[in-house]
């Protein structure tokens, strides 16, 4: 059943540094302000640009960034690959072909895992991500220290740019975070029931099942009950959720479950 529960700041605090994300001539304002977008999910900020096709700043790259305004204002944009990734020490360049250099070739996992390595350190770090069309060259791939690819469908490995940073952001904050997620069940204000609540609950649901003669043929009631016990043990039931559900079954056998307010504290209308 479903429980409710709260931000733990805790469990999403990041003490490595974020990598750049670098695209390399993007066409359209639309792709870099989705990839904005999948930055800000993942808490990258710094995203650069080398020499966009319609120039910056964009207004649709902010329209498609979706509220990621605080990527897009920090945008850096540079003429040349060498100087976007001057200030970085270790660089990957994503490529979704073979190339004819030889550098070691990593999945995003393994990718994301060198990239916080580094991170940690205070090392700067980024992806190179490449044009819409075609793509890194050769030349640009050779400024990385290694390559990064995904495991995609080999005959049909073109992936859209937001696409392919949202993969490797994702893997960058599970590397960086250790897989924790932003909410957990809040147990303080949702306790587990007592399972003296638990007992009770399956005798009132028995006992109403034997009001309408459920259990048929009689011999076969033990087995029943049984299996009827272990479905709702598998809920893992909150104290509320069994006060539902008793509720629920009073409601089925036709008697109020609290009060009504013109009626005296105690009465039954069995």
Not at 206 to 234: C, G, T
Request: proline share 7%; aromatic share 6%; glycine share 6%.
């Amino acid at each position: 059943m479903t429980r409710n529960a709260r931000i733990d700041p805790e469990t999403v605090t990041v003490d490595v540094l974020p990598p750049a994300v670098i695209l390399c001539e993007p066409q359209l304002g639309e792709n870099i302000g989705t990839a904005a977008r999948a930055m800000a999910n993942f808490g990258l900020v710094d995203l650069r640009i080398i020499n966009p096709r319609d120039g910056w700043p964009s207004e649709k790259a902010r329209a498609a960034a979706s509220r990621a305004d605080h990527v897009i204002d920090n945008v850096q944009v540079f003429d040349s690959v060498e100087a976007a990734i001057a200030d970085l020490r270790f660089v990957y360049a994503t490529t979704a072909r073979s190339r004819e250099i030889s550098k070691p070739v990593r999945g995003p996992d393994e990718a994301a895992q060198t990239v916080c390595g580094h991170g940690r350190e205070g090392h700067k770090t980024g992806y190179l991500f490449g044009r819409e069309r075609w793509g890194l060259n050769n030349e640009e791939v050779a400024l990385a220290d290694e390559i990064v690819t995904l495991p995609v469908d080999p005959n049909f490995a073109s992936l859209n740019i937001a696409q392919a940073v949202l993969v490797c952001a994702y893997e960058w904050r599970m590397k960086a975070t250790r897989g924790a997620l932003p909410f957990r069940v809040d147990e303080e204000t949702h306790p587990p029931a007592e399972k003296e609540d638990v007992v009770r609950l399956f005798e009132h649901l028995e006992s109403a099942l034997d009001n309408v003669n459920f259990f048929r043929p009689p011999e076969k009631r033990p087995s029943m009950v049984l299996n009827l016990r272990n479905i709702l043990q598998k809920a893992n039931l909150t104290r509320q959720e069994v006060k539902s559900l008793r509720g629920v079954i009073a409601a089925l056998e036709r008697r109020p479950t609290r009060p009504r307010r013109e009626e005296p504290e105690g009465r039954d209308d069995e």
